[in-house]
Structure formats: structure tokens, C-alpha cells
């Protein structure tokens, strides 16, 4: 196939259709590689971007493994449960697998570790794990403080039940920590011996790059790999994520390849089983544009139909060949996920089929980060809590200001006041809005007599 990397283009703009080069991935070719799914056996290795550390080409998410009474995750299937695609996923040559601290809380990784040690010896298999979200009430129980991250790793370390991890990522961007004590005390686990590697999730991409430049600038260890969502129906981080990444060795291993189901079956279709129930936050993802969303899918149906594939095969097999991307992460709950992972290893995507796949797609809002928090001070020296996130383009109309309204700020509509409609003209409330191009899309947040401090995307998800 011929190469196109991911562009990063105007809001306004559809992503064009691009072709994949698995040249330009290093790729390992799996045994039985080929235009079709028949005779792959297993998934093949790679790197994990420009770093040395060897991945499976596929990664197991163990989120859908731990104690369903423990957590926000009641969909979760206990050790019994999650033993077969576990070990499955093994005999398939899958050997990384990534849970984290908060899943389940924390049973996640117990049954990771137990598992793990039943199936290969330690140094066979590469462990992924993360920090920030909340583990315990109190002082330092979540973020990425020295103190909280120093608490983390041994906690982690313990519930798996080994000495390292190779891999120890960041959930998320924590904005009421010091970069450079996040970067230092992530360079104090690697120089310790506790983490092989450092990686990190879902942010914003100047939020990533500030903190690469942090690690440079003093010599500490470096991330080399982000977990964002990309799928299908979730492009945005072709814009600037996935090109940053590309250019200074990131390896990208992105979260919810298959949006949840919503590529794997026809449109229309329900998803069968406790987590199609009972998985409150992937009921939230996928929902905008729903015309272009249904031409995917059906797109998607088209093109394994005439492959004689399955809709999954097809969808993921269209993460793993783009270029930044070094290995999608998926869920299994059921034989046939494993098996179907196994197959779009092999699957090489021609580009008319890429381009029918691509065509549909519209810009979104990023759904991860749709609410950014802000904590304002107002006058009166109180600090509240709100959500206010005002999405502007170039001709200064607003699409959505969302407030508590928890205190006076100048230009900021109640929640109790309908949303502007997103065609309708108006004066951009913050005054800010002022993109390079028509069709760009501007964040710009509202601020409480001019300061405000930020806090993390929303973390609901993962």
C-alpha cells in the first residue's frame, strides 16, 4: 500500500481519505499476514514507537476484568471469568496488557497479576498500568503529586504481585501539579527500577508536549507512548496528537479502537451483554453527527462483506495500519474478540478501501474532553467549581456555553439558559474567538475577572 500520513487539518474540514504503509511502522509481520483472514495464528510484535521496548501488536485491556461489586465498573467479569480470554489472548501472541489503579478499584490489576503469573513467566509478558484517578479519600489519594505517584507505584507494584511494571502511564493531565514534579518523581520510579518505561493518556496535545519538554530539559525520562481514544468515529487526534507523536518517536496505543461496539455490528443493532447495560459513560460516546456516524458503519459492513470479514476485523484492522499508531488496545469478553483481533492483525486495508472507510467522517468535539473544568476564585475570595467550556469558530458564533453560574462572571449564560443554536450568529463571549481560518474551531474558556486554574479533562471513561 501506499503511505499518507495522518494531516492535521481545519476543524471545518473532513479528514481526507489516507492509504497505510506498514513499512512505516516497523511492523513485525504476523504469521499468515496477508489480504485476507485465513491462517493468522498469531499477532507479531513491534516496537513501541522509537523506544526498544517490544509489544504485541495488539494489547489486551484488562478493564473489563475485576470485581464487579468494587469500582464503577459493574459490567466487570471476575478471575473465573476472565482466566479463558486471558490465556487465549497468550496462546494468540498477545503479551502486553494494560489495566490500571483505578479499575475496579484496584481488583483489576490483582487479577492481571494473578493471571499473568498462571500464563508466562514475568519477562514474557510487558505489564501497563496507570495513576491519577482518586484511589482513597483524603490528602494525596489522587493526582500526580511526588507524593501520591511514590504511593501509586508501590500500591500497583503490590496488587500485581511483581517488582516493575514496563509500563507506567499517566491517566490523565493534572493541572494542580507542578509539571516538573510530576516528571521528576515519574524519572524516580524508572530510576528505581519500579517502571521499565513511562507513558501517558488522553490530554490535550500541548498539555503532552509541555511535559516532554519539562523531561528534556533536565534530563529526565521521557514518555513514549500516549493511550488516546481513536477510532472511526473518533478522528480528532489526527489533527495535531498524532502528528506530534510521529515526529519526536511517540508510540500511540489507542483506547476504544472499536468505539465501543458501534463499529462492529450493523447500524441499528444493540449490543448484547451487562456492559451494553449497564456502561453508563460509553452510553454518553459516539452520539455526534449520527448521519455520518451510520455512513461509517455502513461503510465499515460494505467493506468486510466484501472481504468475507467481520465488521470488527475491518474497523480495527484500520487503527493498527495507521502510522502513528503501534498498537490498539482491546476489551474481550466474549471468544470471538480475541479471535477477531487476531485476524485484523493480518488484514491490509487497499486504499479505496481506507477512502470509502474515511469519507463520512465530520469534525467532532473531542468526547473525552467536552467539559473542562475550571476552579475560579471570585471576588468575594470563594472558590466554586464550574463546568463552562465555550467552543467558538471563526465568524465568532457561539455553539455551546455550558456554567454553574455558581458566581458572577461578566458574558457567562446560566445553565438554566437554552443553548445558543450553534448557527445562530452572536458576539463571542469571551472575546478571544479569533481563528487563523474560517472553519477553525477555538477553545476558549471563560474566566472568573480574570483567573482561573485548570483541572483535568473529564475522566468518567478510563
Same mark, same amino acid.
Given at each position: 500500500?501506499?503511505?499518507?500520513? &495522518? ?21 513485525? &509481520? ?16 513491534? @516496537? ?28 466487570? #467479569? ?44 514475568? $519477562? ?34 503490590? @496488587? ?58 533536565? /534530563? ?15 478522528? *480528532? ?13 511517540? /508510540? ?27 456502561? *453508563? ?5 459516539? @452520539? ?64 479505496? $478501501?481506507?477512502?470509502?472507510? $474515511? ?80 472553519? #477553525? ?11 482561573? $486554574? ?9
Amino acid at each position: 500500500m501506499t503511505a499518507e500520513p &495522518a494531516r492535521s487539518t481545519p476543524a471545518g474540514e473532513t479528514l481526507g481519505a489516507t492509504s497505510t504503509d506498514a513499512a512505516d511502522n516497523a511492523r513485525s &509481520a504476523p504469521a499468515g499476514a496477508g489480504g485476507n483472514t485465513q491462517g493468522a495464528t498469531t499477532v507479531g510484535t513491534t @516496537r513501541l514507537g522509537s523506544s526498544g521496548l517490544e509489544i504485541s501488536r495488539i494489547v489486551l485491556g484488562m478493564m473489563s476484568y475485576g470485581k464487579p461489586d468494587q469500582g464503577a465498573h459493574a459490567w466487570s #467479569v471476575d478471575i473465573d471469568d476472565a482466566r479463558p480470554f486471558v490465556r487465549r489472548a497468550f496462546e494468540a501472541g498477545i503479551t502486553s496488557f494494560d489495566t490500571a489503579n483505578v479499575y475496579s478499584a484496584g481488583s483489576s490489576e490483582e487479577i492481571t497479576g494473578q493471571l499473568l503469573k498462571e500464563i508466562a513467566p514475568r $519477562e514474557d509478558v510487558q505489564v501497563f498500568t496507570k495513576v491519577f484517578n482518586r484511589m482513597r479519600p483524603g490528602p494525596n489519594g489522587a493526582g500526580l503529586s511526588r507524593a501520591a505517584i511514590m504511593y501509586e507505584i508501590d500500591a500497583s507494584l503490590t @496488587r500485581l504481585g511483581t517488582d516493575y511494571v514496563d509500563l507506567y502511564q499517566i491517566h490523565r493531565f493534572d493541572p494542580h501539579t507542578p509539571i516538573e514534579e510530576t516528571m521528576e518523581a515519574l524519572n524516580d520510579v524508572v530510576k528505581a527500577g519500579k517502571a521499565r518505561y513511562i507513558g501517558a493518556s488522553s490530554m490535550w496535545t500541548w498539555q503532552f508536549a509541555r511535559m516532554q519538554h519539562v523531561a528534556e530539559l533536565h /534530563g529526565w525520562t521521557k514518555f513514549v507512548s500516549m493511550q488516546d481514544q481513536y477510532n472511526l468515529l473518533e478522528r *480528532e487526534e489526527e489533527r495535531e496528537m498524532h502528528p506530534f507523536a510521529q515526529a519526536t518517536g511517540v /508510540g500511540v496505543i489507542p483506547w476504544s479502537p472499536l468505539a465501543r461496539g458501534r463499529v462492529t455490528r450493523p447500524w441499528g443493532d444493540q449490543g448484547s451483554g451487562s456492559r451494553s447495560d449497564t456502561d *453508563e459513560f460509553g452510553k454518553t460516546l459516539y @452520539r455526534q453527527d449520527e448521519d455520518a456516524n451510520r455512513a461509517i458503519v455502513d461503510a465499515v459492513q460494505q467493506v468486510a462483506e466484501a472481504r468475507g470479514a467481520s465488521m470488527a476485523q475491518v474497523a480495527l484492522a484500520w487503527v493498527a495500519g495507521k502510522p502513528a499508531v503501534s498498537a490498539p488496545i482491546i476489551g474481550a469478553t466474549k471468544e470471538h474478540h480475541i479471535d477477531d483481533a487476531v485476524a485484523a492483525a493480518a488484514i491490509e486495508l487497499s486504499a479505496d $478501501e481506507v477512502s470509502r472507510l $474515511e469519507s463520512a467522517y465530520t469534525p467532532r468535539v473531542p468526547s473525552v474532553r467536552r467539559s473542562v473544568r475550571r476552579s475560579h476564585r471570585c471576588a468575594d475570595g470563594r472558590r466554586r467549581r464550574q463546568a463552562i467550556v465555550s467552543w467558538c469558530s471563526a465568524d465568532r458564533s457561539s455553539r455551546a456555553i455550558r456554567t454553574s453560574a455558581a458566581c458572577s462572571v461578566p458574558g457567562v449564560v446560566p445553565s438554566t439558559a437554552p443553548t445558543p443554536p450553534r448557527t445562530t450568529p452572536a458576539t463571542c463571549r469571551t472575546g478571544s474567538c479569533t481563528g487563523p481560518t474560517p472553519g #477553525v474551531r477555538n477553545r476558549s474558556i471563560e474566566r472568573c475577572r480574570g483567573s482561573s $486554574e485548570d483541572t483535568a479533562p473529564s475522566n468518567t471513561a478510563r
